[in-house]
Nanobody, 120 residues
Framework: QVQLAESGGGLVQAGGSLRLSCGASGRAFGRYAMGWFRQAPGKEREFVAGIRWIPGGTVYADSVKGRFAISGDDTRTTVYLQMNSLKPEDTAIYYC?????????????WGQGTQVTVSS
């Protein structure tokens, strides 16, 4: 069983930065893919960014390209989301997720979420 725990959310002014972290317990991710999603009030949960260690690579939603960066540590047990140039529309609960298949399509494990609020 994999358990995910997010941290690093908070309140920031527009134009500011935050770094979210997602730690995994239960196992290192190995062939897993990891991702970040977000859900704003009254909206559907949406994909933000994903990372694969095998064969490697990252993918981003168009709305965050050039502003957000996903990365992982060498142990593959922690994933980060560096968020720069934040906008009020980035306000949401951010969730970490894991895909055991590694292809960024089957998000089986989820964290509890961390709130990000961007003030104008």
């Amino acid at each position: 069983q994999v358990q995910l725990a997010e941290s690093g959310g908070g309140l920031v002014q527009a134009g500011g930065s935050l770094r979210l972290s997602c730690g995994a317990s239960g196992r290192a991710f190995g062939r897993y893919a990891m991702g970040w999603f977000r859900q704003a009030p009254g909206k559907e949960r949406e994909f933000v960014a994903g990372i694969r260690w095998i064969p490697g690579g990252t993918v981003y939603a168009d709305s965050v390209k050039g502003r957000f960066a996903i990365s992982g540590d060498d142990t593959r047990t922690t994933v980060y989301l560096q968020m720069n140039s934040l906008k009020p529309e980035d306000t949401a609960i951010y969730y970490c997720a894991a895909d055991p298949g590694g292809d960024l399509t089957r998000w089986i494990y989820w964290g509890q979420g961390t709130q990000v609020t961007v003030s104008s």
